[in-house]
């Protein structure tokens, strides 16, 4: 079946500006992440959402950040007043036993 | 702080060699350790994982060696190709569901 997928897959935005990225998960999949990339750097943990349950959010950088799920499936990272230190690949992934499968990512750069 | 540490940053191998990337972790409660493979462009996908009751995993020409004492964990790759050239990330969670904490990973080149 289709994969995670994510967009857009490449982000040019100016700094001061808010921004949003999608995630759609594997269907049926309960769990659902956002971890940033960045140049030389592993996955840093962003969020995480399991089922109807109150999200993990102690990743988020700073209050710029936000994330929602609606109906347990899609979910947007928003990124607001956007700042150079934010440019990197946005990556998102699904599980539904363990296993994360991780989308393509979207590509953040602030100009 | 570095819950995860990994090396070497990056590592050429010969066709037909054994690559061997470390990782060592510190919280003693992380449970789940996964392999990812990372080609340009792409995300990250599942290489191999184990847990700490084995002390070693296969899979193809993919290793898994696990030291519980030592806090340690290892991948082997044997007879690697060029088509095994990627970046390598290990991690560590605690409980398979939950988030992962990643090494910085390791950008292993296989030579013809």
């Known amino acids: 079946g289709a994969g995670v997928s994510q967009s857009p897959s490449n982000k040019v935005t100016e700094k001061g500006k808010d921004v949003e990225l999608r995630c759609d998960p594997i269907?049926?999949?309960?769990?659902l992440y956002w971890y940033r990339q960045s140049l030389g750097q592993g996955l840093e943990f962003l969020i995480y959402?399991?089922?109807?349950?109150?999200?993990?959010k102690s990743g988020l950088p700073s209050d710029r950040f936000s994330a929602e799920r609606t109906g347990g499936s899609v979910s947007t990272l928003t990124i607001q007043r956007t700042q150079q230190e934010d440019s990197a690949v946005y990556l998102c992934?699904?599980?539904?036993?363990?296993?994360?499968?991780f989308g393509p990512g979207t590509r953040l750069t602030v100009l | 702080q570095q819950q995860v540490k990994q090396s070497p940053q990056s590592l050429i191998v010969q066709k037909g060699g054994i690559s061997i990337i470390n990782c060592a972790y510190e919280?003693?409660?992380?449970?789940?350790f996964p392999w990812y493979q990372q080609f340009p462009g792409k995300g990250p996908a599942l290489l191999i994982a184990?847990?700490?009751?084995?002390s070693e995993k296969k899979e193809g020409r993919f290793t898994i060696s696990f030291n519980k004492s030592a806090k340690q964990f290892s991948l082997h790759i044997m007879d690697s190709q060029p088509g095994d050239s990627a970046t390598y990330f290990c991690?560590?969670?605690?409980?398979?569901?939950?988030?992962?904490?990643f090494g910085k990973g390791t950008k292993l080149t296989v030579n013809p």
């Open positions: 992934a699904s599980s539904l036993r363990g296993t994360q499968y």
């Open positions: 269907s049926g999949h309960t769990a």
């Open positions: 959402f399991q089922g109807n349950s109150a999200p993990d």
């Open positions: 919280n003693t409660a992380f449970d789940y």
């Open positions: 184990i847990r700490p009751d084995v």
């Open positions: 991690a560590a969670s605690k409980g398979g569901s939950e988030k992962l904490v």
